[in-house]
């Protein structure tokens, strides 16, 4: 398995823009994750997943950001407006049920800049 | 609600010596996991170690031990024959339900 796939790995946009962060997890996980890792905050989880469904979503910063999950083997994470504070790596997971015990795969992540 | 602490932002060791990593961490629940993640200068996150909560015994993975204190809600982390790949940020981090709470990270850099 080629392990969980997020794209783009880096993006830099302007302040206002539109930006779409992709990810495809392992296939049969059943779990997907959103985290966001910055120096002031640390890793953070923004919201998560089951079998398509979010459950959780408590960790999203604000209305600017959403996430779906049409289906099992793909997320977007999308942020309109973009801001400077935004500007962090955003890492997607994935998991067979649930991280309670069970190893969350991470993706390598997508750095975002926003100028 | 559920924190992680890790106290140590920095710290150094000689190549094939021993290091130890310390995490506190609180919670209500009996019934938890905690881990160790390594995340090298790749950024990738990989599992080192992880220990449920109701084991008494302490999880080792080859090189890799923990010291699992529940009472004192400590979750620490000996490397040994420290190794130069080994230099990366280490994240202890607590399940809540589905989800981890990670702590700040320590930084571990392997010295030749």
């Known amino acids: 398995d080629a392990g969980v796939i997020q794209s783009p790995r880096h993006e830099v946009t302007e302040m206002g823009q539109e930006v779409t962060l992709r990810c495809k997890p392992i296939?049969?996980?059943?779990?997907l994750f959103w985290y966001r890792q910055t120096m002031m905050r640390g890793l953070e989880l923004l919201i998560y997943?089951?079998?398509?469904?979010?459950?959780?979503d408590s960790g999203m910063p604000e209305d600017r950001f959403s996430a779906k999950m049409p289906n099992a083997s793909f997320s977007t994470l999308k942020i309109q407006p973009s801001e400077p504070r935004d500007s962090a790596v955003y890492f997607c997971?994935?998991?067979?049920?649930?991280?309670?015990?069970?190893?969350?795969?991470f993706g390598p992540g997508t750095r975002l800049t926003v100028l | 609600a559920q924190t992680v602490t890790q106290s140590q932002p920095e710290m150094s060791v000689q190549e094939a010596e021993t290091v130890t990593l310390s995490c506190t961490y609180d919670?209500?629940?009996?019934?938890?996991?905690l881990f160790w993640y390594k995340q090298p200068p790749s950024r990738q996150m990989i599992l080192v170690i992880r220990?449920?909560?109701?084991?008494?015994q302490n999880a080792t993975e080859n090189r890799f031990s923990v010291n699992f204190q529940k009472a004192a809600k400590s979750f620490s982390l000996k490397i040994s024959d420290s190794q130069l790949g080994d230099t990366a940020m280490y994240f202890c981090?607590?399940?809540?339900?589905?989800?981890?709470?990670f702590g700040q990270g320590t930084e571990l850099s392997v010295k030749p």
């Open positions: 296939s049969g996980h059943d779990y």
């Open positions: 997971a994935s998991s067979f049920r649930t991280g309670w015990g069970n190893e969350q795969f």
């Open positions: 981090a607590l399940t809540e339900g589905g989800k981890l709470i």
């Open positions: 919670t209500s629940e009996n019934n938890y996991y």
């Open positions: 997943f089951n079998n398509n469904v979010p459950i959780d």
């Open positions: 220990q449920e909560a109701y084991k008494q």
